[in-house]
């Protein structure tokens, strides 16, 4: 493979890396020096070089950047998740929150099972449960249909989310939803950096 092809592969799988490139934030000599060590060639020139001949389309990450204008951020607090490998009574507590108005979020994969709920519910699973956090918040972004058809929208806000120290515990998405769940400790971060990005300017 060639150095230029490399480059372009470890710049590409760098989401935040790749914007700001693309807006012109980032030394381009330091950074050669990163990817050459980290790629395990000497070729620094090539690297640099291949780093400076680097297209940006930034129509595509205006798409990403409407359909994040276009989006709105819910937020649920007081939710809880957790993770075990037998299958108790969770699916009646499903049924049980769908009939008091909560969101119950249960996914099951072959050999372990995952549980987002409120508190409450998340109590009667513990038993069961092999791992759990609590004190978290949910952020349920939900966005035009757009989104289907857009690539880059997800890259754009964990991206985002990364940049400013945010951790994600859990991710999930449905359809126009798409659901972060955090510590309790980083909503106002979040709600801000979302803001920031909603904000941002397009190329």
Request: aromatic share 6%; proline share 3%; charged share 30%.
């Amino acid at each position: 493979m060639s150095i230029a092809r490399e480059v372009e592969r470890y710049v590409d799988s760098r989401a935040s890396l790749k914007r700001h490139l693309a807006e012109g934030l980032i030394n381009k000599s330091r950074l050669a020096r990163k990817i050459a060590e980290e790629l395990g060639t000497g070729k620094f020139h090539a690297v640099h070089m291949a780093l400076r001949r680097m297209k940006f389309k930034p129509q595509e990450r205006n798409r990403a950047l409407r359909v994040i204008r276009g989006s709105r951020i819910e937020i649920r607090s007081g939710i809880s998740v957790a993770l075990g490998r037998e299958l108790p009574k969770g699916l009646e507590l499903v049924k049980k929150a769908h009939m008091e108005n909560e969101e119950f979020h249960f996914l099951q994969e072959p050999g372990i099972w995952v549980a987002i709920a409120p508190r409450k519910y998340i109590k009667e699973l513990e038993k069961h449960a092999f791992k759990k956090h609590d004190n978290l918040i949910e952020l349920v972004i939900k966005s035009p249909p757009a989104i289907e058809k857009t690539p880059g929208v997800l890259a754009e806000i964990l991206a985002k989310f990364a940049d400013v120290g945010i951790n994600i515990v859990e991710f999930l998405s449905c359809w126009t939803d798409t659901i972060l769940l955090i510590d309790e400790r980083d909503l106002s971060k979040a709600v801000r950096a979302f803001e920031e990005l909603q904000s941002s300017k397009l190329g």
